[in-house]
């Protein structure tokens, strides 16, 4: 076996037994991949909430595509995301985005450096950050080769197509402040997530977007 130390994003967990989890992350070595955490509930399962940013060796076996971490930490607390139910919230939503969108094995060149400076941004932001997730979708087509234009994008929103055009022509701070009512918001949501979609030929299902229409009405 052999043990690298690196850094993954979590994206979400599936439990294995009574005490290991499988932690799928992206990192900038192997892209979106799932690894085992035997010991989960002694490491502590709020090292594995979304978004979270981790320290760990990674333990390669060559009997198994399955490979090991061991001596995980948080690279960065995140303060301001875990005691914001709102931020919180939105990083379920962005975790299950970058879950149902990256494949298993996928790795894209720069991926993983623009996903942990969204996830920073989002925790520093003090106010004014509602509109964040529309900014993030856009960003990812963006970070996934997609290069979005509004030409591109608008068939997809509908009648909501003009909302999208600041986010799309504005600084990522005016688009922050530019207002939309929550229900404008997920119409966006749902048309990047269906743009996302057609550009990568398979369904995105993201469950955590209705929790976020609640919180945001």
């Known amino acids: 076996m052999t043990r690298e130390t690196a850094e993954l994003i979590v994206l979400s967990t599936t439990k294995v037994g009574e005490s290991a989890v499988v932690v799928h992350t992206l990192s900038r070595e192997w892209g979106r991949r799932g690894f085992l955490v035997p010991s989960a509930k002694k490491a502590g399962m709020s090292l594995f909430l979304p978004l979270n940013i981790l320290e760990a ?109 600041p986010f799309l022509e504005c600084s990522f701070t005016e688009s922050m402040l530019y207002p939309l009512s929550g229900e404008t918001r997920s119409n966006l949501c749902e048309a990047l997530l269906r743009y996302l979609e057609f550009h990568t030929e398979q369904p995105i299902r993201v469950k955590s977007l209705d929790v976020l229409r609640e919180l945001y009405r």
């Not at 690279?75 to 005691?83: E, F, M, Q, Y």
């Not at 990083?91 to 990256?102: G, H, M, N, P, Q």
């Not at 996903?115 to 509602?130: E, P, R």
């Open 57 to 165: 060796d990674v333990v390669e076996n060559p009997k198994s595509e399955l490979w090991s971490l061991k001596n995980i930490h948080a690279r960065d607390a995140l303060n301001g995301i875990r005691s914001n139910v709102h931020k919180n919230t939105m990083s379920l939503f962005l975790a299950e985005v970058l879950l149902r969108t990256v494949r298993e094995g996928a790795y894209e060149d720069g991926l993983y450096e623009w996903c942990t400076g969204s996830i920073l941004t989002l925790d520093a932001l003090q106010s004014d950050y509602a509109n964040f997730h529309v900014r993030f979708l856009l960003e990812l087509s963006g970070a996934l080769g997609f290069r979005p234009s509004f030409q591109d994008v608008a068939p997809f929103a509908g009648d909501n197509a003009l909302a999208l055009k």
